[in-house]
């Protein structure tokens, strides 16, 4: 047996996988619309366009963080109906083809969060101007002030990740079991603290957790060296072979180019029924 075969023989993605834990990013993302960016209203089915990314590639693990309240926030986030990764084809394709690269190296992708609805988005902006909400300050934005959070671009009110080919994730290194599930009111750990005392996350250590408000957080600071800085690279290199281009702010942030959709921000829930072949 091939030691890819292997590899996909082995990598069985369980309902406790895919529904997992943690949060992410406030995105600002250095994603700037454009003024003449169309934003699709309120609809609930998406454009044939999109797919779910199990269709695709069912071997790529998902951990969607914004179905849970292991985020920012600390809520499930408007939107997320089902923990599920949703993308444009041309975008799940590439990240299919970028897979197989991994897989023969040893290594999955995971995926944190795919397509964002608008409607997510608004609530990332509702909760950063509720200045006393910091109930989840102790692990994703331990070092910064909750009021400069727009002004850093740590939140914005518009998303790549609502044109559907922009993606949140890592590695992790075969067979990997599962991330535990995160309790809400455990004890909160610095998202930048050394990865034994960050909240566990069964993928490689990239230096900082996901969606970390942190410049620790930038893919190539200079402080972050070593195996950390390697792991990144690794992802980052992979990922850019296969046509995706790296937010320099965000490690775990690719943007498939170019995009099906580079001007238009879409507004459908995520879950199955969203899309074509939806029931």
């Known amino acids: 047996?091939?030691?890819?075969?292997?590899?996909?023989?082995?990598?069985?993605?369980?309902?406790?996988a895919v529904a997992?834990?943690?949060?992410?990013?406030?995105?600002?993302?250095?994603?700037?619309?454009?003024?003449?960016?169309?934003?699709?209203g309120a609809a609930e089915t998406a454009p044939p366009e999109f797919v779910a990314l199990r269709d695709v590639d069912p071997t790529i693990r998902q951990e969607i963080r914004y179905f849970t309240p292991h985020n920012f926030m600390g809520v499930p986030v408007t939107g997320y109906r089902q923990p599920m990764c949703i993308?444009?084809?041309?975008?799940?394709?590439?990240?299919?083809?970028?897979?197989?690269?991994?897989l023969r190296r040893g290594y999955t992708l995971?995926?944190?969060?795919?397509?964002?609805?608008q409607r997510a988005v608004n609530h990332f902006v509702d909760w950063a101007k509720d200045l006393k909400d910091q109930r989840?300050?102790?692990?994703?934005?331990?070092?910064?002030?909750k009021s400069t959070l727009f002004r850093d671009g740590y939140i914005a009110e518009k998303s790549g990740h609502s044109r559907g080919s922009t993606v949140d994730l890592t590695l992790v290194r075969l067979?990997?079991?599962?991330?535990r599930p995160y309790i809400p009111g455990e004890p909160l750990r610095?998202?930048?603290?050394?990865?034994?005392?960050?909240?566990?996350?069964?993928?490689?250590?990239?230096?900082?957790?996901?969606?970390?408000?942190?410049t620790l957080a930038h893919t190539l600071d200079p402080r972050v060296q070593g195996r950390q800085r390697a792991n990144r690279l690794l992802l980052k290199q992979g990922l850019e072979?296969?046509?995706?281009?790296?937010?320099?702010?965000?490690?775990?942030?690719?943007?498939?180019?170019?995009e099906t959709f580079p001007d238009t921000y879409f507004d459908f829930p995520v879950w199955r029924r969203a899309l074509s072949d939806g029931h």
Request: aromatic share 12%.
């Open 1 to 16: 047996m091939t030691r890819l075969a292997a590899a996909l023989r082995g990598l069985t993605v369980t309902a406790a």
């Open 20 to 40: 997992l834990t943690t949060a992410a990013v406030p995105e600002a993302t250095g994603t700037v619309p454009k003024a003449n960016a169309a934003v699709r």
């Open 87 to 102: 993308l444009t084809r041309d975008a799940a394709r590439a990240l299919h083809r970028a897979q197989v690269s991994f």
């Open 110 to 117: 995971k995926v944190y969060d795919c397509y964002r609805p």
């Open 136 to 145: 989840m300050k102790g692990e994703f934005y331990p070092r910064i002030d």
């Open 175 to 179: 067979p990997g079991p599962p991330t």
């Open 190 to 214: 610095k998202c930048y603290a050394p990865k034994a005392q960050r909240f566990p996350d069964n993928s490689l250590d990239m230096g900082t957790g996901f969606d970390c408000f942190d």
């Open 241 to 258: 072979n296969a046509g995706f281009r790296n937010y320099d702010k965000e490690w775990w942030h690719y943007t498939f180019t170019p």
